[in-house]
Nanobody, 127 residues
Framework: QVQLVESGGGSVQAGGSLRLSCAAFGSSGYFYSSCLGWFRQAPGKEREGVAV????????DYTDSVKGRFTISQDKAKNTVYLQMNSLKPEDTAMYYCAARLGQDCVPVSPSRFHYWGQGTQVTVSS
């Protein structure tokens, strides 16, 4: 069993920064061969993949709207994945979730392909 716990959300003005954290609990063997993705869902919209990282290597991928502004990274010693979000825009406002998928095929970053989910953390960006 895998448990994911997000933190770091909050309210910021446009242009500001936030760093989200996703702490993972469970079998360490699972994490060395898994993908960890960040997703977001705004009211009335579908959940979308934002960024993904392969925990057993260095592969990362981002949705076009966040490239150059968001960075996904991991601290293996802490079993934690981060999403550094800079130059935030009002359209980044959403509930952000982290999710895990066993295997090396991290893309496409589709919610239906990820098996374990955190509870979410709210990000609100005001103009």
């Amino acid at each position: 069993q895998v448990q994911l716990v997000e933190s770091g959300g909050g309210s910021v003005q446009a242009g500001g920064s936030l760093r989200l954290s996703c702490a993972a609990f469970g079998s360490s063997g699972y994490f060395y061969s898994s993908c960890l993705g960040w997703f977001r869902q705004a009211p009335g919209k579908e959940r979308e993949g934002v960024a993904v990282l392969y925990l057993g290597g260095t592969y990362t991928d981002y949705t076009d709207s966040v490239k150059g502004r968001f960075t996904i990274s991991q601290d293996k010693a802490k079993n934690t994945v981060y999403l550094q979000m800079n130059s935030l825009k009002p359209e980044d406002t959403a509930m952000y979730y982290c999710a895990a998928r066993l295997g090396q095929d991290c893309v496409p970053v589709s919610p239906s392909r990820f098996h374990y989910w955190g509870q979410g953390t709210q990000v609100t960006v005001s103009s």
